[in-house]
C-alpha cells in the first residue's frame, strides 16, 4: 500500500475558495463592527455651527474610547477612563431628538455655573474666552423676557447639572446648542472628536455623490477637473481637531 505523503493530506483539507473568503470577509466584519462599536467612528459635518473649526464637507473620526467603553445598544458608560474636559470637541445624541448626532464644544462642566453677558461667556463668575470662537454679527440681542426670545447674546445664570454638560458652537452667531435646548447627559456621549480624515467643498447643499460626479464631468467633456462642483481641500486632511 502507497503512503499518503503529507502534501496529499494538506490537499484534501483545503478549503473552497469561497469559503476562504467568506470567512475573511466575516471576520473582516465583525472587527469593524467591534471598531465603530466601541473605539472609532466616522462623522461627517453637514452644517456650519462649528466653524472655522469644522468645516461643511469635513469628515472626521471620533474617539469612542475617550470617556469610557460604552454599551453599544444603550450606549451608557460600562468602564469610566476619564471624564470630558472643558474645550473639547464632542459627538452626542441630541437630547431632543435621539436619531440626530450634533457636534459642539464643551463649555461647561457639572456644577458650572454658566451665564453670558453681551456675548461674553463667565463660567463660575469668571469671563472665559475661546480661540475658536468666531462672532461675525455686530448685533447684540438683550435678554430674553419671554420664553420665544432668543438666550444667543444673553443667557442665565444656569448651574450645570450633575453628570451633564453645557456645550457650544465656535461659530457663535449661528449655533443651535445649549443656550437654546439645554444640557447634554453624559450618558449621550459617543466620543472626542480627534481628527479630519477627508474633506471636500462644492455647491451648497450638494451631496457628495452628486458633486464628484460633477466635477468628473469636466474631467471628460473638458479634460478638466471641474473644481467648481468637487474639491478636495487636501490642507485639512490629517488636521487634528482642538
Known sequence: MKPRTPGARLDSLKKPFWREYGEAL???LILALVIRAFLVQA???PSGSMQPTLLIGDYLLVNKFAYGIRNPITNKVWIPIG???RGDVVVFIFPQDPTKDYIKRIMGLPGDKIQIINKKIYINGKLTETP?????DPLIIPAPQRPTDSARDNFGPVTV???????MGDNRDHSYDSRFWGFVPMDNFRGKAFIIYFSWQGPPG??????FLGGLKGLVYHLSWNSNDFKIRWDRIGKIIH
Do not use: H, K, M, R
Request: glycine residues 0%; hydrophobic residues 45%.
Open 26 to 28: 466575516f471576520i473582516a
Open 43 to 45: 462623522f461627517s459635518i
Open 83 to 85: 471624564p470630558p474636559q
Open 132 to 136: 475658536q470662537a468666531v462672532y461675525d
Open 161 to 167: 447639572p450633575a453628570n451633564s454638560y453645557f456645550v
Open 206 to 211: 450638494e451631496p457628495l455623490y452628486q458633486a
